[in-house]
């Protein structure tokens, strides 16, 4: 039987980086609860406070932002990760507080565990540099790329993180945050 891969687009967020009750929107696990509004239209303003405070008090550290020092740093080892698990990486975004990809990976399981080998990985090399604390959110989103227009798509909307200050890599040009 042939290893059929097929591509992904995944986003990891940094710790504490959209908690419950967020302003600009949110949902809760398996869409449990109705919640109005989305990033694009948020809901209405305090809404949800009680819910933000309360996720707030809950958090272990402060909400994690990466400086531009550490996006390289932090989405070379997702990068290298994925590579040397066997992915066919397009591209990575890294910025303050959430990481894209776009790659192609077996279905099933893979993708999530593949990420999670990525995350470790990113972890323990900025441990090395001085990092304390922790880093990545839990869990992260794995969206199926339906077919080419989609994943044209998801490729320029990856690299467009440029424009926002994220560290940016392609597989034909390299950083182009540089």
Same mark, same amino acid.
């Given at each position: 039987? +042939?290893d059929e891969r097929y591509w992904f687009h995944v986003i990891m967020g940094t710790y504490g980086s959209w908690l419950y009750g967020d302003p600009r929107g949110f949902r809760t696990r398996h869409h449990r609860e109705h919640v109005?509004?989305?990033?694009?239209?948020?809901?209405?303003?305090?809404?949800?406070? +009680?819910?933000?405070?309360?996720?707030?008090?809950?958090?272990?550290?402060?909400?994690?932002?990466?400086?531009?020092? !550490? *996006?390289?740093?932090?989405?070379? +080892? %997702?990068?290298?990760?994925?590579?040397?698990?066997?992915?066919?990486?397009?591209?990575?975004?890294?910025?303050?507080? @959430?990481? @894209?990809?776009?790659?192609?990976? #077996? #279905?099933?399981? %893979?993708? *999530?565990? !593949?990420?999670?080998?990525?995350?470790?990985?990113?972890? $323990?090399?900025?441990?090395?540099?001085? =990092?304390?604390?922790?880093? !990545?959110?839990?869990?992260?989103?794995?969206?199926?790329?339906?077919?080419?227009? @989609?994943?044209?798509?998801?490729?320029?909307?990856?690299?467009? @993180?440029?424009?926002?200050?994220? =560290?940016? =890599?392609? $597989? *034909?040009?390299?950083?182009?945050?540089?």
């Open positions: 039987m +042939a109005e509004g989305d990033y694009k239209n948020p809901p209405p303003a305090g809404r949800y406070n +009680a819910q933000l405070t309360r996720s707030r008090r809950l958090l272990k550290q402060p909400p994690v932002v990466l400086s531009k020092d !550490w *996006r390289p740093v932090i989405g070379g +080892a %997702v990068r290298d990760k994925l590579l040397a698990a066997g992915a066919q990486v397009l591209c990575v975004s890294m910025s303050g507080q @959430h990481c @894209h990809y776009l790659a192609k990976m #077996p #279905p099933g399981p %893979v993708p *999530r565990k !593949w990420t999670g080998m990525a995350k470790r990985h990113s972890h $323990f090399i900025a441990d090395g540099r001085g =990092w304390s604390g922790l880093l !990545w959110a839990v869990r992260c989103k794995v969206g199926p790329v339906r077919d080419r227009p @989609h994943q044209l798509n998801t490729y320029a909307y990856i690299l467009d @993180h440029v424009c926002e200050g994220a =560290w940016v =890599w392609d $597989f *034909r040009r390299g950083d182009l945050s540089a």
